[in-house]
């Protein structure tokens, strides 16, 4: 009969193994993230529906097509996110009243 507490020991070690992966994923996202995203993974990464995606694609976001099939850079999605960001009202005022000085 085995020692059940090397059962749990052996157990607890590969707990351990699985949550540093997970730590190291989380500490550099851009290791562990795919380069190439599908429709499905980029509506998840931005919380949207695939519907909502392929609206985007239209004419907004930039894709790519292999075999039928659409891919995206998620590096590029993410860039293309941050030009479409909007200023604040409080930002339009302090840049306004930045130029009129």
């Known amino acids: 009969m ?3 507490f090397e059962l ?5 070690v590969v707990i351990e193994e699985k949550l540093e ?11 562990s ?8 993974q980029l509506a998840l990464h931005l919380g ?9 694609r239209s004419n907004k976001i930039p894709y790519y097509k292999l ?3 659409v891919y995206f850079k998620k590096q590029e999605i993410d860039e293309w996110i941050e030009k479409t960001r909007h200023k604040t009202g409080e930002e339009h005022l302090h840049e306004w009243l930045g130029s009129n000085k």
């Open 2 to 4: 085995e020692n059940p």
């Open 8 to 12: 749990i020991e052996n157990r607890l």
């Open 21 to 31: 992966g997970l730590i190291q994923r989380i500490d550099n996202p851009s290791v």
């Open 33 to 40: 993230s795919p380069t190439w995203i599908t429709s499905k």
């Open 48 to 56: 949207i529906s695939v519907g909502a995606v392929t609206s985007l």
């Open 67 to 69: 075999g039928g099939r």
